[in-house]
């Protein structure tokens, strides 16, 4: 029988890829990249073999879609910003089974929900990036499966159910999974005319929004899930959201919604990029 063995939300912001390179970000995001690192290890440690990540980064307009291929290989160069992240190499394993297994069971529980097995299919960076650092050793490289979580036409509620079923076919599977929800919290970007005068890249374009995303960290870390999760919807509305937060969503349906309860660790602090609001956080189980 297989179990979801950890649980993080974490950032996926392109400045990471930068910050290896030299150059004036060298170094600016190490905090982000060692807490990703960390995550990795902890995955290992819990005898993951399977990475399964909610990418906001990948759009959808109808159904909801698992990219379950059984390889991933390639050069990713970002279409929003091809002069943060140009001709970066992956490779991993899928877990076509799995993927499979989630639309099966999504499906029986009436969320629309197909899997594929498309070379062409290109993962994005929201799940690219977090297995950078988190899946880069390829001797003990986990599989991976992108759940896409940008959901433009989907309600809050079939995400919940959607996450829910996740958690149901893991169990239904022989896979140990490591589940990532790969999103900001806050998520308003900076108008393009003022982001240079503003320092953007290292400043958040509203002070309600990070005040919200502390108070957001606080609650988690007190295990105060429910209080959370009915302030959810507003909280994607009113501080936008990444991808109207479905990640964050399908991540607590997969956990138990309000039955959650417990205390999240902030494993990177919170720090703002190019206006939004992000984090690393480990839920324990």
């Known amino acids: 029988m297989g179990e979801i063995v950890m649980a993080a939300k974490v950032t996926h912001v ?4 930068m910050s290896e390179l030299d150059g ?29 990540v909610l990418d906001t980064h990948w759009l959808v307009n109808a159904a909801y879609h698992i990219n379950a291929n059984h390889h991933f290989e390639g050069m990713f160069t970002s279409h929003e910003f091809p002069q943060f992240i140009k001709d970066m190499p992956y490779a991993y394993d899928g877990n076509a089974a799995l993927g499979d297994l989630i639309a099966e069971t999504a499906r029986a529980n009436d969320v629309y929900t197909l ?20 899946n880069m050793d390829h ?4 599989k991976v499966v992108s759940v896409a979580a940008m959901c433009t036409v989907h309600s809050l509620a079939q995400s919940r159910r959607l996450g829910a079923s996740i958690a149901e076919a893991i169990k239904k599977s022989d896979s140990k999974v490591a589940l990532i929800a790969s999103g900001s919290l806050s998520h308003q970007i900076w108008p393009n005319d003022i982001y240079a005068e503003n320092n953007g890249t290292f400043t958040i374009s509203s002070k309600f929004n990070e005040v919200v995303d502390r108070r957001v960290l606080e609650l988690w870390q007190n295990g105060e899930h429910e209080l959370f999760l009915e ?22 349906g997969a956990l138990g919604w309000d039955q959650y309860k417990g205390k999240a660790e902030v494993v990177t602090d919170y720090f703002p990029s190019s206006g939004t609001g992000q984090v690393n956080v480990f839920f324990p189980l």
């Open 139 to 142: 001797d003990e490289a986990l």
């Open 115 to 134: 899997s594929h097995q498309v070379d062409s299919l290109d993962l994005e960076y929201g799940t690219l990036v977090p297995m950078r650092y988190m």
């Open 24 to 52: 004036p970000l060298k170094g600016v995001r190490q905090s982000a990249i060692d807490g990703h690192r960390e995550l990795g290890r902890r995955a290992r440690e819990a005898g993951a073999d399977t990475f399964v």
């Open 231 to 252: 302030m959810l919807p507003d909280y994607a509305k009113y501080c936008d959201g990444e991808g109207d937060m479905h990640d964050t969503i399908m991540l607590y």
């Open 14 to 17: 392109p400045t990471m890829v």
